[in-house]
Structure formats: C-alpha cells, structure tokens
C-alpha cells in the first residue's frame, strides 16, 4: 500500500482532480496538501485546474462597455422570435 | 411543464439575446455564424426546456447551451475530430511525468490576471479551441461537468458510464486541456503565486 506522505506529482495530479469531483479520504487530503506546500509545480497545477472550472463557467459581463455592433440587431431579435413562435 | 419554472423563451430574446450574441461574436469572430449560434442556442433550449430545472439562473443555463455550440462549431472546422474509446486508461499521461514520477514538464504560471479583460478574452479563446481539439466523448464530459454543473453521477447516468470511468475521462481532459493551453503560449505570466 502507498504512503499517502510519499505522493509523487503523478499521483497528486490524479488526486487533485479526483479530489474536484468526489472529494478525497481526509488522510489523503491532507497528504495533497502536504504535497502541494513542498512542490510548488504540484501547487501550480492545482491553480490551473481552479482557473480552468472558473473559465468554464465564465460569462461576459461587460455588456454596458462594448459597441452597438456587438449586439444582437433587432432585426436579427425579430427574426429569433418569429423562429421561436414557429417552433412552438 | 409541471414542476419547473415558467418560461417565455420570446422575452429570452430581448433579456439575454444581447449577452449571448457579445459571447458568441468574441469566439467564432463572424456576426453571421454568431447570429445562427444564438439562434440555435434558444431553438434548443425551447427543446430541452423541460430539462431546466431552475438550479441554475436561466442566464447560466442559456450560457451553457451556448456554450456547446461554439465548442461544436470550432470541431466542426477541424480537418481531423478525435474519436476515442472512453474505456481508455491514463497509460498516454504518463509522458506529463519522469521515470520517479515528477513533471517532465513543470506547469506553467498563466496569464490570467482577472483585471487585465484582453488577457481573459485570449485565454477564453484559446480555452474552448482546446475543448474543440479534445476527443468528442472527453470534451463531452469535460463541458457537462464543469460548463453545466453536473455531478459525476449525474454525467454516467447519462452517458452510461461507470463513476470511475468518468473520473479517469475528466481527469485525462484536465490534462489535455492544460497541455493545450501551455502550447498556446499563454504562460508564463511571472505573478507572484
């Protein structure tokens, strides 16, 4: 059996992304921890699979700053609707 | 519908048409095909709207939906699409690592400062091209669980596979999609960690 103190940065990678899914025993995720205030690359990867979930569920909020050519036309509306009322 | 929220995807239109038409123009670059992506988007949600269950904001959900089109869109420019057995191992991961099981290559630090908005707008780019560039059934998964929210149980109900294949799945999508983001040239960003 491993010794969850003796993590290489294979078996952190797996873990933490196991860990954003399931969730970890509490002995190995202190273990990940552990691992990730030695290795500063394991603490990396761990930010990396944070900023990937936080892209994911990313939306564009700066609406009141762009263009009138960013926007949907209201032709274009009308058409989505009349598209919609057909649909239904 | 019975139990869900009531819906009038007509007033979508005007309440998240503008929103949604901005997201889709700063990933696919073309007013037109951004046009056709809000349309399909809300064409779709008609269809599925009986699967919203007001868990999330129906601006969320509507995101989401759109999400997936501009994820399938950019597959559908590729010249090769990956398909791959989603029984696979991590056999293939073991090149991210060195015989004693450290990074062969060392993760980078990315550029994604949150105050920097075109640094963000890149990554966001980049991010759903990789998405594109993954296996169909990985991205697949991938986007249900972290663009949709669902849990693993949910994710192997629908797409009958066992909780510890889906893990393996987004495990090896994490990995991909890192590789792909590092390719891309968007670290290192040398912030203070």
Redesign the interface.
């Known amino acids: 059996m491993m010794n969850h103190w003796m993590f290489r940065c294979k078996d952190i990678s797996r873990k933490v992304s196991l860990g954003m899914d399931a969730g970890l025993p509490f002995h190995e995720r202190l273990a990940v921890e552990f691992r990730l205030v030695m290795c500063r690359y394991c603490a990396r990867y761990r930010k990396q699979l944070r900023q990937l979930r936080e892209i994911s569920g990313q939306i564009d909020t700066d609406l009141p700053g762009c263009e009138p050519s960013e926007l949907l036309s209201e032709e274009c509306k009308d058409r989505i609707k009349e598209a919609l009322r057909s649909y239904q | 519908m019975k139990d869900g929220p009531q819906i009038d995807?007509?007033s979508w239109?005007?309440r998240y048409?503008?929103?949604?038409?901005?997201?889709a123009?700063?990933r696919v670059k073309d007013r037109e095909i951004a046009?056709d992506l809000?349309?399909e988007t809300?064409?779709a949600a008609?269809?599925a709207k009986d699967r919203f269950k007001g868990k999330s904001t129906e601006?969320?959900w509507l995101?989401g939906i759109l999400?997936h089109k501009v994820i399938d869109h950019y597959r559908k420019k590729r010249s090769v699409i990956y398909e791959q057995d989603l029984s696979k191992g991590?056999e293939d991961l073991?090149a991210?690592?060195n015989a004693?099981?450290?990074?062969s290559t060392?993760?980078?630090?990315?550029r994604?400062n949150p105050g920097k908005?075109q640094e963000?707008r890149e990554?966001?780019d980049h991010?759903y091209q990789c998405l594109a560039d993954l296996p169909k059934k990985t991205a697949e998964v991938f986007?249900f669980?972290?663009?949709d929210?669902l849990s693993?149980k949910e994710i192997c109900k629908r797409l009958n596979i066992t909780?510890s294949n889906?893990?393996v799945i987004?495990?090896r999508a994490?990995?991909l999609?890192?590789k792909c983001l590092e390719l891309a040239g968007l670290g290192p960003s040398g912030a203070a960690?």
């Not at chain 2, 048409?17 to 997201?23: K, V």
Request: hydrophobic share 50%; glycine share 6%; net charge neutral.
């Open positions: 995807p007509e239109v005007d048409g503008d929103a949604l038409f901005h997201f123009l700063a046009e809000v349309q809300f064409l008609v269809k601006k969320t995101f999400k991590t073991d991210f690592f004693k099981g450290a990074w060392m993760p980078e630090n990315w994604l908005s963000v990554f966001i991010f986007a669980r972290e663009i929210g693993t909780a889906c893990r987004l495990y994490r990995m999609l890192r960690e």
